[in-house]
């Protein structure tokens, strides 16, 4: 399957902690593509690497691509109470995104 | 912003019946796709459509689901003869080409009762 599992399944951390989560993935992909969902609504695009990019950064979000490891990680530094929400790895090929089971991240004020 | 929109929000229905879950994608979008999600769950994959075909479906998209643009702008998806196992839910997506970045509506939260 090419989907990407996410690693942890949950993570708590206080607010201004740093969140990582890692995402992997079986076969070759064009881009991966992160995504936030909060409690039930749509899913919301944040950042996509492209497979001949390694690291990408948009704000407070740095996401890196390890092709060989067929693998990429999300850090959200500084993390706020608002980061509250599933966060959700998509791998884009053969034109469909398709999406690990996401890592639950709880920010506690 | 442009945004997908989703009508209805929430749907509830009898088991067996038919439903339409209908999608306004976003106006220069040329890929549409929908998604399901049950409970908890992980986001599942069900169809995609480009120039009025759908160019890839995934195993649960069976006879029972089907597709289309009937007017060139709703995007909908018919679930006929419902069963249990379809509450879920459901997300259209839309995006302007492909490996670009993908916009998802709200959601219909479907429930068979």
């Known amino acids: 399957s090419q989907q990407g599992e996410e690693d942890p399944q949950a993570l708590s951390i206080q607010e201004g902690e740093n969140a990582t989560m890692n995402c992997s993935y079986k076969?070759?992909?064009?881009?991966l593509q992160w995504y936030r969902q909060n409690s039930g609504r749509g899913l919301v695009h944040l950042i996509l690497i492209r497979s001949n990019e390694r690291e990408k950064h948009s704000g407070r979000l740095r996401v890196t691509l390890d092709t060989s490891k067929k693998s990429s990680s999300l850090l959200i530094t500084a993390s706020r109470a608002a980061d509250t929400a599933s966060y959700f790895c998509?791998?884009?090929?053969?034109?469909?995104?398709?999406f690990g089971a996401g890592t639950t991240v709880t920010v506690r004020a | 912003e442009p945004e997908v929109t989703q009508t209805p929000s929430h749907q509830v229905t009898q088991m067996g019946q038919e439903v339409i879950l209908r999608c306004v994608p976003i106006s220069n979008h040329l890929y549409f796709y929908w998604y399901r999600q049950i409970l908890g769950q992980k986001v599942e994959f069900l169809v995609s459509?480009?120039?009025?075909?759908?160019?890839?479906k995934s195993e649960i998209f069976d006879d029972q689901f089907s597709v289309e643009r009937p007017d060139g702008s709703n995007f909908t998806l018919k679930i006929r003869s419902t069963k249990l196992e379809d509450s879920a839910m459901y997300f259209c997506?839309?995006?302007?080409?492909?490996?670009?970045?993908?916009?998802f509506g709200q959601g219909t939260r479907l429930t068979v009762v």
């Open positions: 997506a839309t995006r302007e080409w492909v490996n670009t970045e993908a916009f």
């Open positions: 076969t070759s992909i064009n881009n």
């Open positions: 459509f480009y120039n009025n075909e759908i160019s890839e």
């Open positions: 998509a791998t884009d090929n053969d034109y469909k995104l398709s």
